[in-house]
């Protein structure tokens, strides 16, 4: 039973345009949820997060927007830079669920 | 500030045989987790530890797999006998906190093939 989808495998975009990437969560009782970001032979790095009582969190150019009603997350890069490709995560935690995570997307930024 | 550190890197065995991770966490955090992430999915939590202290071992094969932080700093990762899916790559994280609010630190992971 998968919690947290991520039905993109791969998202291909060019350099400067938006990225956004998908996610989508079944657990009602998730409350808060996170983006990471994993290199080829790294562990994963915490990018940006949400907490349920908010629909938007803005990092520089990450944004996160959250769907509460349709449980349903995106991450948006703005501009995208070469040095963005790589696998992202959606992960989502909640009452005394730990940390779940989607499959990733791997983003390529073609130059 | 060190990061996680984790050790070997690769590892290679044969089904049935043992093998041991060591995960060293950020120095301060209390709070230590490894992950089992298999090809194309995302990491699955197998432990987590806080101080010395099992908190959640529910998705952990404890028929083959154990864990132990004894001192409540560094920890280990075993599996004896290993299978075939055990193939995959075992992440160890550390929080500052017991919040699942605390941001999780990953180290580098050990890479598990099973032959």
């Known amino acids: 039973d998968q919690q947290v989808k991520q039905n993109s495998p791969s998202l291909s975009v060019q350099e400067g345009r938006i990225s956004i990437l998908n996610c989508d969560y079944t657990?009602?009782?998730?409350?808060?949820f996170l983006w990471y970001k994993k290199y080829p032979a790294e562990g994963p790095t915490f990018l940006i997060s949400i907490s349920s009582i908010k629909d938007k969190n803005e990092d520089g150019r990450f944004t996160v927007f959250l769907n509460k009603s349709a449980k349903h997350l995106s991450l948006h890069i703005v501009p995208s830079q070469p040095g963005d490709s790589a696998v992202y995560f959606c992960a989502a935690s909640g009452g005394n669920t730990p940390l779940v995570f989607g499959k990733g997307t791997r983003l390529s930024v073609i130059a | 500030e060190a990061g996680v550190a984790q050790s070997p890197r690769y590892k290679i065995i044969e089904k049935r045989q043992s093998v041991a991770f060591w995960c060293n966490p950020i120095?301060?955090?209390?709070?230590l987790y490894w992950y089992q992430q298999i090809l194309g999915q995302g990491p699955k939590l197998l432990i987590q530890?806080?101080?010395?202290?099992?908190?959640?071992d529910s998705q952990l094969p404890k028929d083959r797999f154990s864990a132990e932080r004894l001192k409540g700093v560094d920890s280990t990762l075993k599996i004896q006998p290993a299978k075939l899916e055990d193939s995959a790559v075992y992440l160890c994280?550390?929080?500052?906190?017991?919040?699942?609010?605390?941001?999780?630190?990953f180290g580098p992971g050990t890479r598990l093939t099973v032959l």
């Open positions: 530890f806080q101080n010395n202290g099992v908190v959640d």
């Open positions: 994280a550390s929080s500052i906190g017991t919040s699942l609010y605390n941001e999780q630190f």
């Open positions: 657990n009602s009782m998730f409350d808060y």
């Open positions: 120095s301060g955090h209390a709070t």
